[in-house]
Nanobody, 114 residues
Framework: QVQLVESGGGLVQPGGSLKLSCAASGIIFSSYIMGWYRQVPGKQRELVAYITRGGSDYYTDSVKGRFTISRDNPKNTVNLQMNSLKPEDTAVYYC????????WGQGTQVTVSS
């Protein structure tokens, strides 16, 4: 059974940092490009970053230079280090396969506010 479990969210002040983690089970994790996504109520889920099997990464323009995606294939985890957080980063964050997404996890709430 495929399962994605995100964690690490919370409330942080502008300029602060958080590290999100996603634990995957039920898939051959190392075979897939993995992505982090986020969603704000009333808006579509958007891609934040992805990382290839070999470790190459991509970031949406709004987070370039602030966020870093990484993966640990033996542990079936993908992480998102978020620095210099802004109020507009407030969202529920999810991980999933970049192509042919599986069932979405519950996500982890990130709130950036003073």
């Amino acid at each position: 059974q495929v399962q994605l479990v995100e964690s690490g969210g919370g409330l942080v002040q502008p300029g602060g940092s958080l590290k999100l983690s996603c634990a995957a089970s039920g898939i051959i994790f190392s075979s897939y490009i993995m992505g982090w996504y986020r969603q704000v109520p009333g808006k579509q889920r958007e891609l934040v970053a992805y990382i290839t099997r070999g470790g190459s990464d991509y970031y949406t323009d709004s987070v370039k230079g602030r966020f870093t995606i990484s993966r640990d294939n033996p542990k079936n985890t993908v992480n998102l280090q978020m620095n210099s957080l802004k109020p507009e980063d407030t969202a529920v964050y999810y991980c999933n396969k970049f192509t042919s997404p599986v069932r979405w996890g519950q996500g982890t709430q990130v709130t950036v506010s003073s």
